[in-house]
């Protein structure tokens, strides 16, 4: 069953468009799409609102679509220190296979500093959790592995701490005010899908 949710929200002047293929019970409700997701599955284990979590995504991997939408993309790499040439920012990629072969040759090249996939997971911090650093790219890996870190994070501290030091953990001013562009996206997310 495939379900689409739009969102709109004229002080962002953004429209977003989340798109999700689900395999869910024909009872089930539009306001149980993200619950009853992986991203459900993944908020849920992390001990955080599914919004919150899809709403980092949004940020995090978030590009404008020629239909006018704005919505996470899996295949973004964001160089956070260039060298060898190759010169900082975000990158996206038509498809998996284009993402994984800048990647193989950012990691030849020694750059490590990388954000990778639709949770812009940092690739210098994250990639021991998985086997193969290119893995990183699977989008079910990707929210697997932006999960358990906001896990470990949320342990005893507030969702606000919690999701202030996935992005910016050494720098708070940073990291509070990315809670804020996180917020105004949960916002829309919850008030679109209840």
Known sequence: MHFLVTVYDDGMKKHLILAFSLLVSQRAFPDAVLANSYWGEAAKYAGINVATLYGIAVHESGMHWSDGSFRPWPWTLNVNKGNEGVQAGPRRYASRQAAEAALADLIKK????????????NLYWHADKVEKEIDLLD???NIRVAADYLKDLKTNRNITKTVSDYHSPSNPARGIDYVGKIKRYEKIINEKIK
Not at 110 to 121: A, K, L, P, T
């Open 110 to 121: 020694g750059i490590r500093n990388v954000d990778v996939g639709i949770m812009q997971v």
């Open 139 to 141: 989008p079910r890996t």
